[in-house]
T-cell receptor
Framework: QQQVKQSPQSLIVQKGGISIINCAYE??????FPWYQQFPGKGPALLIA?????SEKKEGRFTISFNKSAKQFSLHIMDSQPGDSATYFC???????????FGDGTTLTVKP | EAQVTQNPRYLITVTGKKLTVTCSQN?????MSWYRQDPGLGLRQIYY???????DKGDVPEGYKVSRKEKRNFPLILESPSPNQTSLYFC????????????FGPGTRLTVT
């Protein structure tokens, strides 16, 4: 049973465009929703995260939108740059749980 | 520099030949875990450790062993590797079991022929 579903699997965006990646979860006990960014040859690194008590969190060009009733959250990358080309993973975690449950990942390519 | 290190980074081996992938962190983290990453399947947890001498199974533990004799080290052992264990492996650590942020190592690409 996949608890976090991520889409699309791959995404190609022109430089300056908006990249949008979506995730949906099933477990209502999840209360922390991070996004990880992974460059080729590197491990995932925390990019931005949100708790369900807010509907949006913005850090620079990166924004998480969260819809608790729909059990969905998304990552928006504004003014996408070639340097943003990477694989992005959404994840979800329960308080006091050790592991995060990850989505399948989205490979983002930003064309110059 | 705070980091998680893994060795080796790349490994090609044959079916049945025991191997160990090492993981070490210098952040004094209590919680460590191993994930495997496969195309279309995301990151799946293999084993985790809440502290020294405390380990438990994750979602896909079959065919793997771990040990945690020191706080900083958490090796992954494949006693009889099989081709279906060909994958990209990541070690991760967190301050403690319920911590939100995980820090990942650079990965170990394993090929079993």
């Amino acid at each position: 049973q996949q608890q976090v579903k991520q889409s699309p699997q791959s995404l190609i965006v022109q430089k300056g465009g908006i990249s949008i990646i979506n995730c949906a979860y099933e477990n209502t006990a999840f209360d922390y929703f991070p996004w990880y960014q992974q460059f080729p040859g590197k491990g995932p690194a925390l990019l931005i995260a949100i708790r369900p008590d807010v509907s949006e969190k913005k850090e620079g060009r990166f924004t998480i939108s969260f819809n608790k009733s729909a059990k969905q959250f998304s990552l928006h990358i504004m003014d996408s740059q070639p340097g943003d080309s990477a694989t992005y993973f959404c994840a979800a975690k329960e308080t006091n749980a050790g592991k995060s449950t990850f989505g399948d990942g989205t490979t983002l390519t930003v064309k110059p | 520099e705070a980091q998680v290190t893994q060795n080796p980074r790349y490994l090609i081996t044959v079916t049945g030949k025991k191997l160990t992938v090492t993981c070490s962190q210098n952040m004094n983290h209590e919680y460590m875990s191993w994930y495997r990453q496969d195309p279309g399947l995301g990151l799946r947890q293999i084993y985790y450790s809440m502290n020294v001498e405390v380990t438990d199974k994750g979602d896909v533990p079959e065919g793997y062993k771990v040990s945690r004799k020191e706080k900083r080290n958490f090796p992954l052992i494949l006693e009889s590797p099989s081709p279906n264990q060909t994958s990209l492996y990541f070690c991760a650590s967190s301050l403690f079991y319920g911590s939100y942020e995980q820090y990942f190592g650079p990965g170990t690409r394993l090929t079993v022929t």
